[in-house]
């Protein structure tokens, strides 16, 4: 039983795995080296600088930022994959019937729990 098992990997399917990854390694090694052969080089200091919104920067790159900021788009995260679960849910509501309702009831109750207490903490206010 066990020679068996073993067989059927040492067959050809092994062997294709390793042709695909030999494959894909020389794909992918000729497509950075192409592009590092083609690619035109400049070595302006203005490069290396960096980049806002066309703006010449002040003072030095690495600041910090105030936390609201990164709770602020957090926040904005966890309410935009929310939509991306209202979509599958509106395409099957009407299949599955009043138990999808109730579930997606009981999901936005707590999204909005989340919402409320984010806004009780002062989360929501742009600093």
């Given at each position: 039983?066990?020679?068996?098992?073993?067989?059927?990997?040492?067959?050809?399917?092994?062997?294709?795995?390793?042709?695909?990854?030999?494959?894909?390694?020389?794909?992918?090694?000729?497509?950075?080296?192409?592009?590092?052969?083609?690619?035109?080089?400049?070595?302006?200091?203005?490069?290396?600088?960096?980049?806002?919104?066309?703006?010449?920067?002040?003072?030095?790159a690495w600041i910090q930022f105030n936390v609201g900021y990164y709770l602020f788009a957090i926040i904005?995260?966890?309410?935009?994959?929310?939509?991306?679960?209202?979509?599958?849910?509106?395409?099957?509501m009407k299949t599955i019937g009043m138990r999808a309702f109730i579930e997606i009831i009981i999901f936005?109750?707590?999204?909005?729990?989340?919402?409320?207490?984010?806004?009780?903490?002062?989360?929501?206010?742009?600093?």
């Amino acid at each position: 039983m066990t020679f068996q098992f073993i067989q059927i990997f040492t067959d050809m399917e092994s062997e294709s795995l390793i042709l695909f990854f030999i494959i894909a390694l020389v794909l992918v090694g000729g497509a950075i080296i192409f592009s590092t052969l083609v690619a035109p080089n400049s070595f302006n200091p203005a490069k290396s600088e960096p980049y806002e919104c066309g703006i010449p920067t002040e003072g030095p790159a690495w600041i910090q930022f105030n936390v609201g900021y990164y709770l602020f788009a957090i926040i904005y995260l966890i309410f935009d994959v929310e939509t991306v679960f209202l979509f599958p849910w509106a395409v099957v509501m009407k299949t599955i019937g009043m138990r999808a309702f109730i579930e997606i009831i009981i999901f936005l109750l707590i999204l909005g729990l989340g919402l409320l207490y984010a806004w009780k903490k002062g989360a929501l206010k742009w600093v």
